[in-house]
């Protein structure tokens, strides 16, 4: 049966529609702690240095800065739409109830694209440091193994994909954890390798690239942070919701600026400091090098500290990706098939299909040649997430001020205006994404995606939604109310 509201149709489906499509799992605040400190510690062992190049030590460390504000403000008002909306759209959720299918789509494509495209460049960058290791192995091959056994174990049962991404976890903390205390006490810290990077003319040492370094350096900033706001989409699958996903969040976020505040001081102010630090592909390897001499030993340990972060990044992203999509095609956005679960009570559909996708992606970075495709993937992620924020910082203020009855068992400490800098901080981020034109590929690559998904809403997806999908039957009884 048809229903239409406005230009949109709803179906209505019968209960074994949602039988078939049901998610089962029991996080607590430490599981969901781990599963958003490992979708990011990656960050923190590539990608961030190249904040250095474009903006020098105090130019990233201020952007850093900034973003850590806006990442704390976001966390704070998505702890509270997730415990007022605990649905597995997440993001996706929240839009909708604030601004309609529309953009709840739209935001939720931009969630699926950043985390899609966070997973094929996890994938490259493993593959590109297992190479020297064991040169006969083709890098698709390593690519497929990765995607095999993370997708394997996610399909496999939420309870063990939780215990995994809580396991890797530690073990990529601990070797943060080991890197900056061997360098401390090692005596390789200098101070002075921080400023090494020649100002520009005119510029001071303090800020080589000036203040425009440091709106330059704000997409890396990010790095440090992006994907904690992945906790949302656990909420189908956790334990006492309105305790363990803001304590998961907030416990979460600021465990990750005290990794970032370490690796941006200790990384740099080692081997050749900020000049080279802000070029090269694996940043800690510089350390490494200065404190047991090049060759085989530090090339062997930097290999396993840097899997080691990538991998609880890959494996706790896999889960993202799969949520999101297993969300909109469960409310009829993708095609409902997608959504379908099985016995272990996982999206194994969605997670199969956003890993071929991914691998699509990861065979299209690697012939680009690009030596500059790092920095680009950094910034294609950083675009789609930043749209995201937005979306999501203006939801909560809107519904703080259409909706002031909805129930919230916990609600954030900064309350709107916390989510109006957010929001600013964002738009900010969001600028500079555009302005930078080295950063502009990223920009377009994400720009034809979100355009071919806009096509799709309109000409199918806005005629096959779901009225009984958690998401939209919530938004749909709070619209009746409003009427």
Not at 89 to 118: D, K, M, N, Q, W
Not at 304 to 316: N, Q, Y
Request: charged fraction near 10%; proline fraction near 5%.
């Amino acid at each position: 049966m048809q229903k239409s509201r406005g230009f949109i149709s709803y179906e209505k489906v019968p209960d074994s529609y949602l039988r078939q499509r049901q998610l089962r799992g029991s996080a607590n605040a430490w599981l969901l702690w781990a599963l958003g400190v490992g979708a990011v510690i990656s960050g923190d062992f590539y990608g961030w240095n190249y904040g250095l190049a474009v903006g020098g030590f105090w130019g990233l460390a201020i952007a850093t800065a900034l973003m850590a504000v806006m990442y704390i403000c976001m966390v704070y008002s998505i702890a509270e739409l997730s415990v007022a909306l605990p649905h597995a759209g997440g993001f996706y959720s929240f839009t909708r109830h604030a601004f309609g299918p529309f953009l709840g789509f739209f935001c939720g494509i931009c969630v699926a694209i950043e985390y899609l495209i966070a997973t094929a460049a996890v994938a490259v960058t493993v593959s590109s440091y297992i190479s020297p290791l064991a040169p006969a192995i083709p890098n698709y091959l390593v690519w497929l193994i990765v995607y095999a056994i993370f997708v394997l174990i996610n399909i496999w049962g939420t309870d063990l994909t939780f215990y995994v991404a809580l396991f890797i976890t530690l073990i990529a903390i601990l070797v943060l954890a080991i890197f900056s205390v061997s360098i401390l006490l090692s005596g390789l810290f200098n101070p002075d390798l921080l400023l090494n990077i020649p100002p520009n003319p005119g510029q001071s040492v303090w800020l080589p690239k000036g203040w425009g370094g440091v709106f330059a350096a704000i997409p890396y900033g990010i790095w440090f942070y992006l994907a904690i706001e992945q906790l949302p989409l656990a909420a189908e699958e956790t334990q006492d919701i309105n305790r363990s996903m803001p304590a998961g969040l907030i416990t979460g976020i600021y465990t990750l600026i005290v990794l970032s505040i370490f690796t941006l001081i200790l990384n740099t102010g080692v081997g050749g400091g900020a000049v080279a630090v802000g070029e090269a592909a694996a940043p800690m390897i510089l350390g490494l090098e200065a404190y047991f001499g090049p060759g085989s030993t530090a090339t062997l340990i930097t290999t396993f500290a840097l899997i080691c972060g990538l991998f609880a990044s890959f494996h706790t992203i896999v889960y993202a990706y799969g949520r999101i999509l297993f969300s909109l095609s469960r409310a009829g956005y993708l095609p409902r098939w997608l959504s379908v679960t099985g016995k272990t009570y996982t999206p194994y559909r969605a997670l199969c299909l956003g890993a071929v996708v991914a691998l699509i992606c990861a065979v299209l970075i690697s012939v680009s040649g690009d030596s500059g495709v790092g920095p680009v993937l950094v910034n294609m992620s950083v675009f789609g997430a930043v749209i995201s924020y937005l979306l999501v910082m203006l939801s909560y203020i809107k519904l703080k001020l259409s909706h002031p009855n909805l129930p919230r068992p916990y609600q954030s400490p900064l309350g709107i205006w916390g989510a109006a800098i957010g929001t600013f901080l964002a738009m900010l981020a969001l600028i500079a994404c555009f302005a930078v034109p080295d950063y502009r590929p990223g920009v377009w690559g994400v720009a034809v995606f979100l355009a071919i998904a806009t096509l799709y809403f309109f000409l199918h997806g806005k005629n096959h939604l779901v009225a009984q999908a958690p998401e939209e039957r919530a938004a749909l009884i709070s619209e009746s109310t409003m009427q």
